[in-house]
């Protein structure tokens, strides 16, 4: 048999208008640092291309590490992983593009946050 709690009256108490501007304030100001940075990552493509590629070929070479201990297999996968590397490259940059200023905005936004 399943019993219930009796159920409370809750009140609703509206929201300070004070604290509401404060937190729309706040909500503008973080809206504004995503577009700042989707701004900076549109100038520096090139550089963040760069980084991207470097982090993909780090990586590749952890993760066959990682993964394969037999030395002459490891070598060959190794020279192999730079095959798959222009298709990893456009995907990265799109995942990039798409992701990154909401997530930095949101890391940033949890430093700032006390």
């Known amino acids: 048999m399943l019993t219930t709690q009796k159920s409370?009256?809750?009140t609703v108490r509206p929201v300070p208008p004070k604290v509401a501007a404060e937190e729309r304030f706040k909500q503008e100001r973080m809206h504004d640092v995503k577009v700042m940075?989707?701004?900076l990552f549109e100038r520096e493509e090139s550089t963040i291309r760069l980084v991207l590629d470097s982090l993909y070929d780090?990586?590749?070479i952890n993760i066959i590490n990682k993964k394969i201990k037999f030395s002459p297999l490891?070598?060959?996968?190794?020279?192999?992983?730079k095959l798959p590397k222009p298709v990893a490259k456009?995907?990265?940059w799109r995942w990039f593009k798409?992701?990154?200023?909401?997530?930095l905005v949101?890391?940033?936004?949890?430093?700032?946050?006390?």
Do not use: H, P, T
């Open 98 to 103: 798409k992701n990154c200023a909401e997530l």
């Open 58 to 60: 780090v990586g590749v």
């Open 8 to 10: 409370q009256a809750i």
């Open 90 to 92: 456009v995907l990265m």
């Open 37 to 39: 940075l989707q701004d």
């Open 106 to 114: 949101n890391w940033l936004y949890r430093k700032v946050s006390f």
């Open 74 to 81: 490891n070598n060959f996968l190794k020279s192999l992983a």
